[in-house]
């Protein structure tokens, strides 16, 4: 499995982004898809998942500004990220798990903040 992530770029606090990120390989609609976000000098952290059902899961950092979706027939996850603020910087990755719990990452996509 290959994840490519996109989208990330410069936005000013308030602002909005949409990383997407396109999986190749596997059978995506059987896949976790997980975003997480590492900034400097802090842990890699859980963003928000979807599971191939379809159900969500939130960071409270979050909730109620980000929104995660996947279309299957693209083999794309996205993630609409509103309201952005500048503790929302960091690199964002794309993580998938594999119905036999194989884990991948993608290469990671900039997000930057300014206030």
């Known amino acids: 499995v290959q994840l490519v992530e996109s989208g990330g770029g410069l936005v000013q606090a308030g602002g909005s982004l949409r990383l997407s990120c396109a999986a190749s390989g596997g059978i995506f609609s059987m896949h976790a898809m997980d975003w997480y976000r590492q900034a400097p000098g802090k842990q890699r952290e859980l963003v928000t998942g979807?599971?191939?059902?379809?159900?969500?899961n939130y960071a409270d950092s979050v909730k109620g500004r980000f929104t995660i979706s996947r279309d299957n027939g693209k083999n794309t996850v996205y993630l609409q990220m509103n309201s952005l603020k500048p503790e929302d910087t960091a690199i964002y990755y794309c993580?998938?798990?594999?119905?036999?719990?194989?884990?991948?990452w993608g290469q990671g996509t900039q997000v930057t903040v300014s206030s």
């Open positions: 979807i599971a191939s059902s379809g159900s969500t």
């Open positions: 993580r998938s798990t594999t119905s036999l719990s194989v884990i991948y």
